[in-house]
């Protein structure tokens, strides 16, 4: 416990740090109040200041859904604008761009979908699948 308060005395990018959460959405002072943790309540108490603190000061570029801290320009935003200046050579996501709806992607709240490192791939598998149930399926 001695290197934590330590690492807590210096500051460095621990606001930051504090605030992060797993991907089970836990942060450290939650990793620290379990009853496995053999941190004491002082810990557990500065590192939920910490983290309430970033929060707080990064309020206007986290996801309203879940927190998470947003990309100023995601992905999806990227090849979007991509798409509108006729850069874009895939023909099934020029026809995705094409159409209004792909805006609403376009909002934090769905940060984790337009920053996947795979989204062209994925956009093309389902703009290819969508298309062709359209054309099969009666109306």
């Known amino acids: 416990e001695d290197l934590i308060w330590r ?3 210096r500051r ?6 504090a605030a992060a959460r797993s991907e089970t959405r836990r942060s450290a002072a939650d990793y620290a109040e379990e009853k496995e943790s053999k941190r004491s309540p002082e810990v557990v108490q500065l590192l939920r200041a910490l983290e309430v603190a ?5 309020a206007a570029f986290r996801c309203p859904e879940c927190g998470d801290l947003v990309k100023k ?23 995705f761009f094409a159409q209004p709806c792909h805006r609403a992607w376009l909002e934090p709240r ?3 979908i337009n920053d996947a490192r795979q ?19 009666p109306e």
């Not at 460095?12 to 740090?17: C, I």
């Not at 970033?54 to 990064?58: C, D, K, L, W, Y």
């Not at 979007?80 to 026809?95: I, T, Y």
């Open 7 to 9: 690492l807590l005395a």
């Open 12 to 17: 460095a990018a621990v606001e930051a740090s």
């Open 54 to 58: 970033e929060v707080q000061r990064t």
């Open 73 to 95: 320009r995601p992905l999806l935003r990227f090849f979007s604008e991509r798409a509108e200046k006729g850069g874009e050579d895939n023909v099934l996501l020029r026809r």
């Open 110 to 112: 769905y940060h984790q």
């Open 119 to 137: 989204i062209r791939k994925e956009l093309s598998e389902s703009v290819a699948l969508l298309e062709e149930l359209r054309d099969i399926l």
